[in-house]
Structures are given as C-alpha cells and as structure tokens.
C-alpha cells in the first residue's frame, strides 16, 4: 500500500510540470514527440515500467494535441492526427476521437 501511495505521489509531481510542458510545444513538435512516445508504449509489454511511462506521458501529449483542436481519426492502421472538425477527413468506416 506503501509503494502504491509513493508512486500516486511522484505521478501527481511529475504530470503537472509535464503537462506544462507540452502546452508551450507547437504542434508539429506534439506530433513528433506523439509518435515517438507511441512506438515505446505499443512496443513494450504491459508491465515494462519504460512503456507505462511512455504511454503515461503519451496521454499527456493526447490532451496537448486535443487542446489544439486535433482529432485522433481512422481505423486500425490508418489512425492518425488531424486538425480541424471531424467531418472534413473521416472517412468511410472510421472514427474520430476529438474532445
């Protein structure tokens, strides 16, 4: 329970100055932080404490991006970021994610 609380603590420290961050980085620079951070989060098993962090921060970066106005679109391997509202580029049998 101990070790639990310690790393809810250092997650709570970190993602605050994280997500400062990544608001001050333009979106092309998201993008590419985005695609890097994805490769070492899908690449990595569930319980590897690189992936974790890697997808941890990822979803930094999702809100980032979200902010900005982009949309997670497509299906399976298509899916990727796009600005703008989503009934400009979804296609047939995809979906978007924007929030």
Known sequence: MKKILIVL??????????AAKYRAWTPPVLLQRWKVLNETCRGGSGGERAAKKACDERNLVDAAL?????????????????????????GRGEQAVCR
Do not use: D, I, M
Not at 74 to 86: E, H, I, N, S, V
């Open 9 to 18: 603590v250092a997650l709570t420290a970190v993602s605050p100055a994280l």
């Open 66 to 90: 979200f902010a900005r106005g982009y949309c997670y679109v497509g299906t399976g391997a298509t899916l990727r970021w796009k600005k703008g509202p989503t009934s400009r580029w979804t």
